[in-house]
């Protein structure tokens, strides 16, 4: 069941722009810092992490913006909480899910690389998608109990033609033996990776021999674009794997580099030590949760301080929203509060043309990545 202070959503992906390291810490297995993982062993990104690496981006965007930084910092406790040491501790307005593995780039030895997923992440695609249906069904009969219709009762709407598109693929992706592939055929990607001369086999991380599958179902053209659009991927064929050949080819994609420290004779004084990085190109699928903006008290009396208002008085609805204009001014505050939280959070994201740094060794250009949010009327914003 959803809380019901959660009443809109939105779904992104996750492209990594250069090689990524969101780190579990130092293990005693074979690889010394690995990166972080799911149930089932796939790379993740924690929502902990996540939000971390959104709260700094925000915040500079929020300077960028034209914010002294006092102010910027308000406006960032309005939208992902409280910080450890403020004297009144609140809740996020903006909840960040985990985010999820989608596709990996994987070598190829025609084309370079292709894009791999399997079925198991595939169903993670579909849950969020339902998430978000979901809530903008109730969000739907909240504005309109009267109306009989929602997100998902027209069969041509994009949120229902891209979660049909799943249903179809992972019905497909079940029946992939573990030498098999399903290619998604999408303006002729496939013909990038298959060998012709060997019955159109792809060969995957050098000795991964696979054979294509012949589909049953095949998806329509328009929703495999509006797919391969979802995911900003235009370059490589998707490929689905079963859900054992997909895992083995995603751990020999991720990269694994040795590293050393030097003393001041620029002799090794510690180490080797290996650290897991997952590859550029990489996407990944997270979803944010949008309420009513959170204040302070403090918040409340630093903004409305020049106003003749008694500072002890209730946060009555027009001092609430006054002080939300404020925070936002850029934003028309209306009372559909939970849209001024999605609209001030993504014109935050905007503001940084989308760019945020998350996990370890940014200063080698590591971490970089884009947030790509999806508008279902049928690409990528």
């Not at 972080?36 to 709260?55: F, H, M, T």
């Not at 080819?249 to 580099?257: A, P």
């Not at 500072?311 to 028309?332: A, G, H, M």
């Not at 009372?335 to 740094?357: G, M, R």
Request: with cysteine.
């Amino acid at each position: 069941m959803l809380p019901s202070s959660y009443t809109l959503a939105d779904i992104f992906i996750i492209e990594a722009l250069t090689h990524l390291h969101v780190g579990s810490g130092k293990t005693g297995g074979a690889i010394d810092l690995p990166v972080q993982r799911d149930e089932n062993g796939y790379p993740c990104i924690y929502a902990s992490s996540l939000k971390g690496a959104l709260k700094t981006s925000l915040l500079h965007g929020a300077i960028k913006m034209g914010h002294t930084k006092d102010v910027a910092l308000d406006l960032v406790r309005a939208l992902l909480g409280s910080e450890p040491g403020d004297e009144e501790s609140f809740q996020s307005s903006v909840a960040i899910l985990d985010a999820y593995l989608l596709a990996m780039p994987a070598r190829s030895l025609k084309g370079v690389y292709a894009y791999v997923t399997t079925p198991t992440l595939l169903r993670k695609f579909k849950q969020y998608l339902d998430l978000y249906s979901a809530i903008q069904i109730g969000t739907s009969k909240d504005a309109s109990a009267s109306s009989s219709q929602n997100v998902t009762s027209n069969s041509q709407s994009p949120l229902s033609q891209i979660s049909h598109t799943l249903e179809t693929l992972i019905e497909e992706a079940d029946n992939l033996s573990e030498n098999q592939y399903l290619c998604l055929q999408y303006n002729n990607l496939c013909e990038k990776v298959q060998i012709q001369n060997l019955d159109n086999k792809i060969v995957l991380v050098e000795d991964m021999v696979l054979d294509p599958y012949q589909s049953r179902k095949n998806p329509d053209d328009n929703n495999l674009k509006s797919f391969y659009h979802n995911l900003s991927i235009t370059e490589k064929p998707i490929i689905v794997l079963n859900d054992t050949t997909g895992k083995e080819v995603i751990d020999r994609s991720i990269l694994v580099l040795a590293h050393v420290s030097l003393n001041e004779n620029k002799t090794v004084d510690n180490g080797p030590w290996t650290t897991e990085y997952i590859p550029s190109k990489t996407r990944f699928l997270s979803m944010a949760l949008y309420k009513k903006p959170q204040i302070s008290k403090a918040m409340l009396e630093k903004y409305l301080q020049n106003n003749n208002q008694n500072k002890n008085s209730n946060l009555i609805e027009k001092t609430y929203t006054d002080v939300l204009q404020k925070l936002f001014p850029n934003i028309k505050v209306t009372a559909n509060y939970a849209e001024v939280t999605k609209k001030a959070f993504q014109s935050l994201i905007e503001e940084l043309q989308n760019y945020i740094i998350i996990g370890g060794r940014e200063t080698v250009g590591k971490g970089i990545v884009k947030l790509n949010f999806t508008n279902y009327r049928g690409e990528a914003q």
